[in-house]
């Protein structure tokens, strides 16, 4: 081997830790993501406390488990909470440093959410429509100002304990449908989930093109 290619390769090695590393501090600033994984077990997700830990603990495989991670998921009945009012003031952006919304209500008005910026923890793409198989459906629970519903119809599959019977509202991370209306192009709030479980299952949501994805924000 000559002592150029040797050269060369002992270039390239010495420059793998400061590629890990500024990547790895860019995900450091993270303060939103796409869950990289859901709970398995449909719109089941422990409730809210059991969606924030696995925001955690996303977000700590990811080097940003310093912050303090919400998920976007709103809940009805006595006491229920609206999804904008958990996840802190803004603003936010996902693992490549691009800002996805400067506060709440730039992110729930003309915000910069779209396929190539609702990245995972990982920095990484989620399946959107015409993918195989697609996810874009995200779990939400919520109306399109953030709020919760009201207790009539179930839109949170129990509060986030059920992966049977129930229906979960969920939005589009890649902002497209079958039709060109604003809830298809919606990111939190396009069509209740259904299927032939019952609505809550994780098949139930791999049939109308999720997989169990909710959104993650840090409050601070």
Request: aromatic fraction near 4%; glycine fraction near 10%; charged fraction near 20%.
């Given at each position: 081997m000559s002592s150029r290619i040797v050269l060369a390769?002992?270039?390239?090695?010495?420059?793998l830790p400061f590629f890990g590393s500024a990547a790895h501090a860019q995900q450091s600033g993270m303060t939103f993501f796409v869950t990289s994984a859901g709970s398995g077990k449909g719109a089941d997700l422990g409730g809210l406390a059991g969606a924030d830990?696995?925001?955690?603990m996303l977000a700590q495989a990811a080097g940003a488990g310093a912050k303090t991670w919400h998920a976007y998921l709103s809940t009805q009945g006595p006491g229920a909470v609206n999804a904008r009012d958990r996840i802190g003031s803004g603003p936010w952006q996902n693992a490549k440093g691009t800002v996805i919304?400067?506060?709440l209500a730039e992110l729930h008005g003309a915000n910069n959410l779209s396929k190539q910026t609702a990245l995972t923890e990982k920095g990484e793409t989620v399946n959107g429509r015409g993918d195989t198989p697609t996810m874009h459906d995200i779990l939400t629970g919520s109306q399109p100002d953030g709020t919760a519903f009201a207790a009539a119809e179930?839109?949170?599959c129990g509060n986030w304990s059920k992966s049977s019977q129930g229906s979960a509202m969920v939005g589009h991370h890649d902002r497209q449908g079958l039709r060109d209306d604003d809830a298809s192009k919606s990111w939190n709030?396009?069509?209740?989930?259904?299927?032939?479980?019952?609505?809550?299952?994780?098949?139930d949501l791999k049939s109308t093109g999720g997989n169990g994805f909710f959104y993650c924000f840090a409050i601070k």
């Open positions: 390769i002992s270039f390239a090695l010495a420059l830990k696995q925001c955690q919304a400067k506060n179930d839109r949170t709030s396009s069509h209740p989930s259904r299927g032939p479980d019952g609505g809550c299952s994780q098949n």
